[in-house]
C-alpha cells in the first residue's frame, strides 16, 4: 500500500453531521471496512450547489486539500463506513453480492432534516470484492456524475452526485485508466437485493430490514396493522412512476439488475446507462445486453419481474398462511402494468401539453409514437419541436405523416379550448431541449481521460443543470448525433 503524500484538510470543517443507523442494524447486513490510502488525491468535480443544499462549508470545500477527503483519506468525525452485504439478481440468475468497490461512511442529516447516505464508490477492496480491486476508473465514475446529475435536473428521482477525485493510481482494466473515486448521496442504498441476501439470512433479519426500510423511506406506514403489505405496495407505486419518469426522457439504466433497483425509488447504479436518440423501443446501448432484456421498452416488464423478487423476500411477512401471501403479492404484481401506464400516460399527456384526460388519448399518444419510430425520428427532438411554433424538420421522411398526426393533436388540444401559446409554454416545462446525448457524454470523457482536459464536462454538466432552456451559446449540445450506428456502454467497474 502506498503512502499518501496529499495535504489532508480538516474533515470537520467541512460539516459532515453524521448518524450510522445501518451500521446499528444486525451485523450480517454489512461488514466495517475502511478506504484504501491512495497515492495522490486530485479534484475532478465538485458539485458546490449539492454541497449547499447538504449544508456544507463550502470554503472549506474550495481548498485544495479537499480532495482527499472525498478519497477517504481523513475520515469525518461521526462517521463508521462499512461495506453494505446484498444479493441480487443479474440478468435473471441469482448471485449474492455487497459491495466490493463502495464503502458507505454513514448518513449525514441535511439542513432540511432529511438522512442521506454518503458513499465513496471506488475506494478500494471490501470483504465482497471477490476477484475486484475494489477500484474505479475516472470515466465510469464522471459518467455516474454527468447522468446523475441530468437526471436530477430533469426532476427525475435519483441518487446524486457530490465529487469525484482522481487518486494518482492506475486502475487496469483492458487498458490502464486512471483511477477514480465518486461520493455517492442517496436517500439510502437499500436494495432489492438486499432484501434477497436478509430473506436468505433468517426472519429476524428480513423484518428487521423491513422495519428500518419502512422507517427511513415510508414513514407514513410505520403504524399501520398490514404495514409490510403496504410497504410493498407502495414500493411497487415508486417504481411504476419511476420506470414511467425514465421512459419519457427516453432513459435507459442498462443494467436493471435486482441489485440495482433502490427500495427509496430513486434511480441508482449508472453504469451502461444511456439516453436514446431516434426512436426505438428495442433500444438497447449496453454491450453485453445481446438479448435485450433491459432495452428502453422491456423496462417496466423487467421492474415488475424485479418487484416479484421483492415480493418472494417478503412472503413471510405479509401472512402467516403462506397461500394468503402468495395470493395478495401476485394480486400487488398484476396490479403494476396498470400503476405503470397511469404514470407513463400523464406523463406522455403533459409532454402533449393536455390538461384533461380523454378515452383516445392512449391511441394519440401511440400513433404519435408509431409515426416516429417509423421515420426514426429523434425523441427528444421530436417533443421539444412540438412545444416551437415553428417546428423543425425533426423527421424529414415522415413530414407527411406528423403533419397528419399533428392536426389531430390541434384538434384535441381545440377541444380543451386552450391557446396553442400557453400550451407551448407549459410543454418547454416537460420536454428537455438537451439531454446528456451519449456523443456529448463520450467527448467530456475523453477529453477528461486522454488529455486531462476537464473544461468539456463542466460545459456539459452546465448545460444539463437547466435542461429547459434553450441557451444559443449551447444550442449545439440540442443535436443527435451525425451518425451512432454501433454505438455501445460498458459496465461502470
Ligand atoms: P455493478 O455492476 O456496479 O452493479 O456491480 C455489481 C457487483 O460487482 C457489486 O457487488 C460490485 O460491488 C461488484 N464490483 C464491481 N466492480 C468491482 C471492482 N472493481 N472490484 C470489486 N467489486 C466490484
Ligand atoms: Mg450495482
Redesign the pocket.
Known sequence: MSTSTAPVADSDAVGWRFDNTYARLPESLFVPSKPAVVREPRMAVLNFPLAEELGLNLAALASDAAAALFAGQALPSGSFPIAQA?A?H?YGGFTM??????ILLGEHRTPSGQLVDIQFK?SG??Q?????????ALGPMLREYIISEAMAALGIPTTRSLAVVTTGEP?YRTVPQRGAILTRVAASHIRVGTFEYAARRDETTLKTLADYAIERHYAELSDSPQKYREFFRAVTERQAALVARWLCVGFIHG?M?T??VAISGETI?Y?PCAFMNAYDPATVYSSIDHGGRYAYGNQPHIMQWNLARLAETLLPLFDSDPDQSVAFAKEVLMEFPARFEKHWLAGMRSKLGLTTEQPDDLDLVTSLLDGMQKTQADFTRTFRSLSREQPDDVCPDGAAELAAWTARWHERLQREGQSLAAVRTRMRKVNPAVIPRNHRVEEALSAAEERDDLSPLHRLVDVLSSPFDERPEFAEYEEPPADESGYHTF???
Open positions: 446484498y441480487g443479474q453480492l455487497g459491495d466490493g468497490r463502495a471506488g477492496r471490501t465482497f470484492s471477490r476477484r475486484g480491486d475494489g477500484r474505479a486502475v443494467v439488475n441489485d440495482n447504479d453504469g459496465c461502470g467497474t
